[in-house]
């Protein structure tokens, strides 16, 4: 199925590896042209390069922290310039603050201010810096990868689930302020995805990730490749009439009906 969207602009921000990388190559291998976006300078580039060998898209990578107002504003001067601006913006956010802890042991007001400015002014920031180079071009996509705990919050993650919930309600609020202007507005809510562990990350032991697997009717967990090629329906042509959504990617661990 051709997606439509072949030469578009696409933005993906906390992109210099895990799930914004992946979702970048999946953007490019239908056409898009991408700029990526995260603090790594010499991550940025070898994650450009990789895509423009292998897709033949254009790549431009701009280091910046997405909390940082001037460098966001960098990045829309890049934007701006070289593309005339985007034409989809993903916004893929940093982890919460490491290790998680019970909600009653979360009372330390640094990592709450840390998490905020993470998880949902980063967010922010960014669409409000990008959504004015959008509204004249008559068509966009806007998608906030959030978590499935705004649908089902999960033991622990409380520091996710406040922000990723405020997330959630700005992106339905730009979905009813922006549909005149063709542009679409949408969250992507993972959970279980299987994520090369990180340095300074816990690791599970065998049981926990049993557990995790077990917490689906599918048991297993899911794919980056399944995620990214959700947020990548969801960017195209054939996703136009999708707005204002919330679309779950956790393998049916959330046990509501709807
Ligand atoms: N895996 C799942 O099942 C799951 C479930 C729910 C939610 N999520 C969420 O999905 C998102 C992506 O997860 P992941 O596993 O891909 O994370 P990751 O591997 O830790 O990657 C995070 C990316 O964010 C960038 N980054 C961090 N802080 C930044 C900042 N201030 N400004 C710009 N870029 C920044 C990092 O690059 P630099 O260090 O170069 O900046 C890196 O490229 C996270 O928010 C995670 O919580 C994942």
């Not at 030469?7 to 970048?24: D, E, F, H, Q």
């Not at 802890?101 to 979360?106: H, I, K, N, P, S």
Request: with cysteine; net charge neutral.
């Amino acid at each position: 199925m051709d997606l439509g969207i072949n030469g578009k602009t696409a933005l993906v921000t906390a992109s210099s590896g895990g799930m914004g990388r992946n979702i970048a190559h999946a953007l490019a291998a239908e056409g898009a042209n991408i700029v990526l976006f995260a603090r790594s300078a010499d991550k940025l580039s070898a994650v450009a390069r990789e895509i423009e060998q292998k897709y033949g898209v254009r790549t431009v990578g701009v280091p910046g922290d997405m909390c940082v107002g001037s460098d966001v504003e960098r990045l829309a001067g890049v934007l701006e310039r070289e593309f005339g601006g985007p034409d989809i913006v993903v916004v893929n956010t940093s982890r919460p603050p490491n290790p998680i802890r019970a909600t009653l042991d979360e009372a330390d007001e640094a990592r709450w201010r840390e998490a905020y400015q993470n998880q949902l002014w980063s967010a922010i920031q960014v669409l409000c810096r990008m959504i004015p180079l959008m509204q004249g071009r008559g068509w966009g996509r806007l998608i906030a990868i959030t978590s499935a705990s705004v649908k089902s919050p999960m033991p622990h993650h409380s520091l996710s689930t406040v922000f990723r919930a405020g997330v959630t309600a700005y992106m339905k609020h730009l979905a009813n302020e922006l549909g005149a202007k063709g542009i679409t507005v949408n969250c992507v809510a993972p959970a279980l995805i299987e994520t090369p562990h990180r340095t300074g990350m816990a690791a599970y032991s065998e049981d926990q990730a049993a557990a995790r697997r077990n917490l689906t009717p599918l048991g297993r967990m899911g794919t980056q490749e399944e995620l990214a090629g959700v947020v990548t329906f969801l960017a195209s042509m054939q996703a136009g009439f999708i707005t204002g959504s919330t679309i779950a990617v956790e393998g049916g661990m959330v046990g509501s009906l709807l």
